[in-house]
């Protein structure tokens, strides 16, 4: 079965700080997406990457980065230089053929940035 | 339009009264899908539309939810007789098409409380 486990529920960490979400996923397919997703306090849902299972490549994005290792089912997310606009809920998900494409969501991490 | 709208923004029913929640996806995305975010929880899929039609309804929560797509854009989610179980915050989707790895796009999402 799709799992999607976000073991921290809440960060805080001060401005200017690097801060690393963690994502760890199951699933049984060997084709797989897994995607995360900002949420802002207005709600709205904001997409940031999608990864497939078969490019492992990290990938870098301003002050965001993602390191993708199948061998520990890890989707990590790294936001360097953190932000008071960082300051949201970010969720990873997965999306696989088994769950008929649908998004599984984890719990969510809230974090807030401190001035 | 440029992005998933959603409407009401905001809907407070009384116990027992049926609510509808309208989505509008983006223009030319034929996959749409509904989510709920109960307070503190993650997401939970209800419903997904390739076109009209929804070929599974099975994560409905029970039988006082459904849902239909009409012309292949927007969508209306009605709950009858609610209760106060069905406060939260019901998301709306939408991607180009359906299937694994497309990346679904949300709207801010109706807040719906029943008291």
């Known amino acids: 079965a799709q799992k999607v486990t976000q073991a921290q529920t809440e960060i805080s960490v001060v401005e200017k700080e690097d801060v690393t979400l963690d994502c760890v996923y199951e699933?049984?397919?060997?084709?797989?997406?897994l995607f995360w997703y900002k949420q802002p306090p207005s709600g709205e849902l904001v997409f940031l990457i999608r990864?497939?299972?078969?490019?492992?490549q990290n990938e870098i994005s301003g002050r965001y980065s993602w390191n993708f290792q199948k061998s520990t089912s890890s989707f990590n997310f790294t936001i360097t230089a953190s932000q008071v606009v960082d300051s949201a809920v970010y969720f990873c998900?997965?999306?696989?053929?088994?769950?008929?494409?649908?998004?599984?969501f984890g719990t969510g991490t809230r974090l807030t940035v401190i001035p | 339009g440029a992005g998933v709208s959603q409407s009401p923004s905001n809907k407070v029913t009384e116990k027992g009264k049926d609510v509808e929640l309208r989505c509008d996806p983006i223009?030319?995305?034929?996959?749409l899908y509904w989510y709920r975010q109960s307070l503190g929880q993650g997401l939970e899929f209800l419903i997904y539309?390739?076109?009209?039609?929804?070929?599974?309804k099975s994560g409905l929560p029970s039988d006082r939810f459904s849902a239909e797509r009409t012309g292949g854009s927007v969508s209306t989610l009605t709950i009858q007789r609610t209760q106060q179980e069905d406060s939260a915050v019901y998301l709306c989707?939408?991607?180009?098409?359906?299937?694994?790895?497309?990346?679904?796009?949300f709207g801010e999402g109706s807040w719906l409380t029943v008291v």
């Open positions: 223009s030319g995305h034929t996959a």
């Open positions: 699933t049984r397919d060997t084709t797989y997406y």
């Open positions: 998900a997965l999306s696989d053929q088994t769950g008929a494409n649908n998004l599984f």
């Open positions: 539309f390739q076109g009209n039609s929804a070929p599974d």
């Open positions: 989707a939408s991607s180009l098409t359906y299937g694994s790895g497309n990346t679904i796009y």
């Open positions: 990864r497939n299972s078969f490019d492992e």
